[in-house]
Structures are given as C-alpha cells and as structure tokens.
C-alpha cells in the first residue's frame, strides 16, 4: 500500500499463476484508476494521411498517456519471463487480450481439478487397520493439491476434517480432544502428534492382551489335552470284547474256564 496524500492506494496484485483471481483484481484496481474502459476498448491510430482536428490530437494523446499508465502498471505485475511470451504488446488491451487467451484456458482445467479434489477431500476417511501418519499423510496430499488448485484452504479446515474421519477406536480421543482444545488454534502437528501418542497406547495395550491370551492357552491348554488323552486311552480298553472260548485259564489250562 502506497500513500498520496491522505489517501491510501491499493497495493497492484501480482499475477501469481491463478488467472480468475489476479483478473478479478486487477480489473477492480483498473476500475478505481478510471482507466478498465481504455482496456476494454483501447483506442484506434488515425490512418495515415487522414486529417485530424486540434481537439482529435490532444485527444489521442491523453489516450496514449493513459495507455502508457496502464502498461506500467501490466509490467510491475507480469514476471518479465511471461511477457516474453505475448508477442504482442502494443497496447494494454493487447496485453490484457493476450493473458486472457493464454492462461483462462489453464484456469479452467485448474477449476476442474480442484472440484474432484473436493469431492476426494469430502469423502477421506481413516482405512481399518491404517496408522496415524499415513493417514496424516494421504489427507495432506489432497489439502496441498487442493492449495496449489487456488483453494485457500485453512489448517482447522484439514483439523475438523481428520477429526471426523478418525476410525471408530479413536472416538474417545476425538472427544476428549474437543472438549479440551480451541480447534481454531490447534495445529496439524499438534493434532498428529497427540493422535500417535494414543496410538501407541492402544498398540501397547493389545500386545499385552495377546500375550495374556498366549499364555493362558498354553497354561490350561495342555493340561486339558492331558486329561483327555488319558480318558481317551481307558475307555478304548473298557470297551475292547474278546472270545471267552479261546482264553486259556490259568489254573486247570483248559479253554473257554472262567
């Protein structure tokens, strides 16, 4: 912002890539200088030969004049390694014609891109089984995808988001996390950094589950196998059958005597 007088101008907005926004802007600045018509129209040199007026010259020359402000202003905002790219740039319509062709084309792809990245951002949610920073990880890459598309996305935004994407283990967490915190004021880093430390806890408190499991089975396990292969081995003899009449007793040696 400069200063003239007790007036404060507008700053002039750099072209910084995204060509609806910088237009927008720009178009509005031109407009407060009084000078969007002298782009929309320009002004046309007499054909050589024709006579002109007194009053027609002077007129022509303010138009020059104030074509001359408005390419300044073109040139502060437009990299120099863009204008080397318009090959016309005679007038500050040229050059505001020139732009349009150039990059609405860009803007209307990026618009489009941007809209299926809102539509994957909407519907992330944490996969069963997947950690803390891979989530993190995947949410990030849409939100800056999203930024680099000209979405002015704010970090609560990707916070609110990943807090209501959480698996369902994570519930008490979230709770706790909102009720206990200003949303507005806690960052990614917080946010991720306190999700993985209550991912540790659950990872810990399963192991220790499993290895009580483990342990149990193999204590009560084995004995339970013991006791069934004992009453296993003495019902098989209890119900084994034999001939009476080839037993050979033991006391008179004749077949078939009890």
């Avoid at 002077?58 to 080397?84: A, C, H, P």
């Avoid at 009560?220 to 009476?244: H, I, L, P, T």
Wanted: glycine fraction near 8%; hydrophobic fraction near 30%; charged fraction near 30%.
């Amino acid at each position: 912002m400069t200063t003239e007088g007790n007036f404060v101008q507008p700053a002039i907005p750099r072209f910084d890539g995204h060509y609806d926004h910088w237009s927008m802007l720009m178009e509005n600045f031109l407009r407060s200088k009084e000078y969007w018509g002298l782009v929309e129209t320009g002004y046309v040199e007499p054909e050589s030969g024709v006579a002109q007026t007194e009053a027609q010259r002077k007129g022509l020359d303010e138009l020059k004049l104030k074509d001359l402000k408005v390419k300044n202003y073109l040139f502060q905002v437009i990299d120099r390694t863009i204008l080397e790219t318009i090959l016309v740039k005679d007038t500050s319509k040229q050059i505001w014609e020139s732009m349009k062709k150039k990059f609405e084309g860009s803007a209307r792809v990026k618009r489009s891109h941007l809209q299926a990245l809102c539509r994957e951002f909407k519907t992330l949610e944490m996969k069963a089984g997947e950690g803390v920073s891979e989530y993190f990880s995947r949410v990030l890459s849409v939100a800056n995808k999203m930024r680099t598309h000209g979405e002015q996305m704010q970090d609560v935004t990707v916070v609110e988001k990943i807090l209501r994407s959480l698996s369902k283990k994570f519930n008490y967490v979230v709770c706790s996390i909102e009720e206990s915190k200003d949303i507005d004021q806690f960052s990614i880093d917080e946010l991720q950094s306190s999700l993985i430390v209550h991912e540790q806890k659950f990872q810990r408190h399963t192991g220790e589950e499993q290895a009580l499991k483990i342990t149990s089975e193999d204590r009560f396990g084995a004995r339970g196998r013991g006791r069934g292969a004992y009453r296993g081995k003495g019902r098989g003899r209890g119900r084994q059958s034999y001939n009476k009449a080839t037993v050979e007793c033991y006391k008179c040696h004749k077949l078939g005597s009890k």
